[in-house]
């Protein structure tokens, strides 16, 4: 169902997350801090265009986000309505996003807004009732006006493409602050999800693991699925250890592959 537009006010003007993030990756420009929970997202009202990053804390995990800059004088209401009836999306162009934090972390990614309306949903699908999350309220929306944030996007030293059906990095990972920039190069839908692989086990338990069995994994970071064509630049702290690459829209295709960080 879609709240009312006092609740989304409501949120969109509630104060920004104060959680610690002494452990996260320096991030560029202005930093828009946003919560989201079961089932909100806590969000600033207002920005300034320019150089912006947005950075996600989900307290209890298992949310995401996605960015839209909407044209005509649209709202976020009607960006729910359309995408709940899969309807045209002529006025609203998807500027991508980021999600699933490891626990007591946070995931970003980072963009140049020009002045304007933006939405914020959370589309991750909920198996218990069908729903998608921001048809259960998880959606805000922010103006950008005022004086310009300085600045460029970060120069990735990672370039991912996500083709049909993998992902092609530039170069080997290594532990530490990467900044990546993940471009859908293929011809559908794509996400990067990031698994940690739990010790002791391995990427083919992973690959082999249901619902309802104790998890093999955790989750570490993703960027949310996006159109062909699309791209986000992100800040990721990575540790030594094994991981998963999986695309959940792509995996009846065999988009999963191992990551391995050891140096």
Not at 22 to 33: F, M, R, T, V
Request: charged share 20%.
């Amino acid at each position: 169902m879609i709240r009312t537009l006092a609740l989304i006010i409501a949120l969109a003007a509630s104060p920004l997350s104060r959680l610690s993030h002494a452990n996260a990756p320096q991030l560029p420009g202005q930093i828009l801090d946003i919560t989201e929970d079961n089932f909100f997202i806590r969000a600033p009202a207002t920005a300034r265009p320019g150089l912006t990053t947005i950075r996600l804390t989900s307290p209890h995990g298992g949310h995401q986000f996605e960015l839209y800059r909407l044209e005509g004088g649209r709202t976020v209401t009607d960006l729910v309505a359309a995408l709940a009836g899969n309807k045209s999306l002529s006025w609203a162009t998807e500027l991508g996003g980021a999600g699933y934090p490891r626990a007591g972390g946070t995931v970003n990614a980072s963009y140049i807004l020009e002045p304007g309306r933006y939405a914020i949903i959370c589309a991750v699908h909920d198996r218990k009732d069908g729903l998608r999350h921001y048809q259960k309220g998880m959606f805000s929306q922010f103006t950008v006006s005022g004086r310009r944030v300085a600045g460029a996007l970060p120069i990735p030293d990672i370039v991912v493409r996500e083709v049909d059906y993998r992902w092609n990095l530039s170069r080997q990972l290594a532990a530490g602050s990467h900044v990546l920039r993940v471009t859908n190069d293929g011809k559908h839908a794509h996400e990067m999800k990031i698994l940690r692989v739990l010790p002791g086990h391995t990427y083919e338990e992973v690959k082999a693991w249901k619902p309802g069995q104790s998890r093999v994994d955790q989750p570490f970071a993703t960027i949310t699925t996006m159109s062909p064509g699309v791209s986000v630049i992100t800040s990721i702290e990575f540790e030594r250890g094994e991981y998963v690459l999986w695309c959940v829209p792509q995996v009846k295709h065999g988009m999963t592959q191992p990551l391995t960080i050891d140096k």
